[in-house]
């Protein structure tokens, strides 16, 4: 049985729909591409057992490595949790403030954090517990839900949004949709960096120099305003929070410059800089403890006084409509905040470090962490970046370090409440400042996004603005929305290209300045082994050198590659640039198609006197080639403005038919939807000319296994060694070629060959190459 007549009946095609243009190949296999199913779709989402077992396996990725843990990693994970929490302590009371809640709290969040984490962690770097930003946002729900129920602690409204942002974040783990945060850019993440830091340093101000009179709930420019009008309010609390602000810098710097003065103590140096938020708490406790020790009831400055021993509101968190509908409206930023947050952090470091992330088991990870949290007294929790960099620095081995941290918080909270009574709020004050001010983005790095990409400048500085002068919230929202207007701006208005052909040598330069063609074997001509077609746009718009000559590859064929996919929202912007361009560079196959006046449509740009003959040596259209390298798939509009320029073209071509080809269609679920529009295959032609009389141009490739050595002993031939593994059947190897049988290999049944492609689809091509010779073979038989 002939292979088409093998082709047809396997499919079950019709003579009349089926391209008979099929090779008879005696030493080809036989390989027809059949199409997808809605039941292998299907399938394809149902999860395996292996897969539900895997999944089940991840959720606890601490299985995985707890085996294997041994002295040298406890060693690491001993000196990096002691490390970070000697930080932790007096960063989360500060933080704590943030939230407007007592310091206490603080400490609660952040001995859930450390301590859950570890077992749902794919990161040995982060440390979960309070942040600058996300403790701004929680302050600015505490104090908005307090204007709606002012009887409802602040302590209460905290924990619910926990638990319900907690719950979200762990729904979003589970099903697996870690991948959103993608959305989110980095020139996104960096200007609600920053604007979060101005935020909040403007907001502490007043309470380092002990300003009174300032709302710190204003806009930030408006706090800066006032800061600045009430100067002359400044308490003694301005003499301790300056100095321990200007020695927590002092210490870094002067660390900073011994570690490379001496590189060989640097890890002393880097423990010493670690230390130094503990040692100025420590130090100006000590101060504010002789000062005030005999004046507890009217103290000199503002002091933190009494903080519980322990987990004094340990309870069931209270969660109901009433409290969700306090904060409802700011519930979509803190989630954003957390995400946002946690994962960019985690994915740096696991680039920084060379292991890789699993972003929805981290958002796993933060969801148990805050739905948990609460049960203690925990508010919001996410990554942190200066206790995350310490604990990288301090030589983390594995996540367990977290339990560590979780013991010295133990401690904190057992041992060190009496002592928590004296410390300044002036210092805890300077302590968020010196930590949100290394989270501000510096001048160079916007300068780099300049010069990368100029629109996620736009991006940045409207993130920034909007949140100096209005709120986080907004902020947030503003970089989000700007960042997919953008997007889709690019999406909607993208341009394909026109592509011609040129001749291109591979050569290697030489220290003399001359260079060298690259050959495949000394016995081949430098000519003959490095030349080769190659694709540009004929307008040279990708910066390619503009004396390179690029060509139609045939009068009437045009080669069109999309830019970004081709989909509902570009799919006319690419057809129309397409068809213009044809319209502008072709001529009208036969003009008395046209009809009488009387019958054109009312804006066709064809003369009057379309019957007369005209001199126009443009060519005729003959054939399209689309190159879906950038294209996954196709929706239904984007076929159906296919079928509908191609209607429009044949009418433009007739009585001719114009040829589809299609190159690097990589999505079998494409190629279904092509062949459902009518492409990949001729349709039939009237006349003798009918698909019959056409070749088909397809590649096959070496079937390999033990005839590998059949094809190695044919290629030893000289003659073969010019030749690629993959060859064109009708391929001609340079445009003087006669196309006799010296381009063809001598003995091709040495070896057994199989078609790359069905080929019950021979408009589908394997790259550009193959269907540019199938449309100017075609072209060439249909010119008379």
């Known amino acids: 049985m002939a292979i088409q007549d093998k082709i047809r009946s396997a499919l079950g095609l019709d003579d009349d729909l089926y391209d008979e243009d099929i090779p008879e190949l005696t030493n080809a296999d036989l390989f027809i591409e059949r199409e997808p199913t809605i039941a292998e779709f299907f399938q394809e989402l149902t999860p395996t057992w292996a897969d539900v077992s895997a999944y089940l396996t991840n959720l606890l990725p601490f299985l995985q490595w707890i085996g294997k843990y041994n002295v040298t990693w406890l ?169 321990a602000l200007f020695m927590l810098y002092l210490i870094r710097g002067v660390c900073s410059h011994m570690a490379k003065r001496s590189p060989q103590r640097a890890k002393l140096y880097f423990f010493l800089s670690t230390l130094r938020t503990a040692f100025v708490i420590l130090l100006y406790t000590a101060i504010s403890a002789a000062v005030n020790v005999s004046r507890k009831k009217k103290p000199m400055f503002s002091i933190i006084k009494d903080v519980p021993r322990g987990f004094q509101h340990a309870s069931v968190p209270r969660v109901d409509s009433e409290i969700i509908g306090a904060f409802a409206s700011e519930l979509p930023a803190a989630i954003i905040v957390m995400l946002i947050e946690h994962i960019s952090i985690s994915k740096s470091f696991g680039r920084i470090n060379n292991y890789v992330i699993d972003p929805s088991q981290e958002l796993v990870a933060i969801g148990v962490s805050n739905l948990l949290g609460p049960f203690l007294g925990a508010y919001p929790a996410t990554g942190s970046f200066s206790r995350t960099a310490i604990k990288a620095k301090a030589g983390v081995r594995t996540p367990f370090a977290g339990v560590i941290t979780a013991v010295v918080v133990l401690l904190a909270l057992y041992a060190l409440t009496a002592v928590f009574y004296y410390i300044p709020n002036a210092a805890l004050a300077a302590v968020i400042i010196h930590a949100v001010g290394d989270v501000i983005t510096p001048p160079k790095v916007i300068v780099q996004f300049w010069r990368v990409s100029p629109f996620e400048v736009v991006i940045f500085l409207a993130g920034v603005l909007v949140t100096v002068f209005t709120t986080i919230e907004n902020g947030i929202y503003t970089t989000i929305c700007v960042s997919f207007a953008i997007v889709v701006w690019r999406l909607f208005l993208s341009q394909g290209r026109l592509l011609g052909v040129a001749r291109i040598r591979t050569v290697r330069a030489h220290a003399n300045g001359s260079v060298t063609a690259l050959s495949s074997s000394e016995d081949v001509s430098v000519e003959e082994a490095s030349v080769r ?238 269907a540019v010779e199938a449309a100017v073979e075609s072209a060439e038989r249909r010119e008379p």
Not at 102 to 120: A, H, K
Not at 150 to 164: C, K, M, N, R, T
Request: aromatic content about 8%.
């Open 75 to 243: 060693i690491g994970d001993l000196i990096a949790g002691i490390t970070v929490g000697a930080v932790v302590v007096p960063q989360s009371m500060a933080y704590a403030q943030l939230a407007q809640l007592p310091v206490e709290y603080g400490l609660y969040s952040s001995f859930m954090g450390v301590l859950l984490y570890w077992f749902f962690a794919t990161s040995k770097d982060i440390t979960i517990g309070p942040v600058a930003v996300m403790s701004q946002v929680t302050g600015n729900v505490v104090l908005h839900a307090k204007d709606v129920l002012p009887e409802v602690p602040g302590h209460i409204i905290a924990s619910a949004l926990a638990i319900i942002s907690g719950a979200i974040i762990l729904f979003l783990g589970l099903v697996r949709l870690g991948w959103v945060v993608e959305f989110i850019p980095l020139p996104a993440i960096c200007a609600f960096m920053t604007g979060s830091a101005v935020n909040i340093l403007a907001g502490q101000v007043p309470k380092l120099m002990g300003i009174s009179g300032v709302n710190t709930r204003d806009a930030p420019y408006q706090v800066i305003i006032q800061s600045l009008k009430n100067l002359p309010t400044t308490q003694i609390d301005a003499a301790l929070g300056l100095t």
């Open 533 to 770: 077609t190659g694709f540009l746009p004929l307008d040279h718009a990708d910066g390619s050198n503009p004396r390179v000559n690029v060509r139609s590859p045939y009068p009437g064929v045009y080669i069109y590659r999309f830019a970004e996919g081709f989909n509902y929202p570009n799919a006319g912007r690419y057809l129309n640039h397409l068809t213009e361009t044809i319209f502008r560079e072709t001529r009208r196959t036969d003009r008395s198609t046209l009809g009488k006046i009387g019958d054109r449509a009312w804006n066709d740009p064809e003369p009057k006197n379309a019957d007369v003959d005209a001199v126009d040596d443009r060519p005729t259209l003959k054939a399209i080639i689309l190159d879906f390298s950038t294209v996954n798939n196709i929706d239904v509009t984007a076929a159906q403005a296919l079928i509908d320029v191609r209607n429009q073209l044949d009418r433009y071509a007739a009585p001719n038919t114009v040829d589809w080809h299609f190159a690097h269609v990589e999505n079998r679920w494409t190629k279904r939807a092509l062949a459902a529009a009518g492409f990949g295959y001729r349709s039939p032609r009237p006349g003798p000319g009918g698909p019959g009389h056409w070749k088909t141009i397809f590649s096959i490739a070496d079937l390999g296994g033990s005839d590998s050595a059949a094809t190695a002993a044919a290629l030893e031939e000289k003659a073969e060694r010019t030749l690629s593994m993959r060859f064109d059947t009708e391929r001609k190897l340079s445009p003087d070629s006669d196309g006799s049988d010296k381009d063809v290999p001598r003995n091709p049944q040495s070896a057994r060959l199989v078609a790359i492609q069905g080929l019950n689809r021979p408009y589908f091509h394997f790259d550009l190459q193959e």
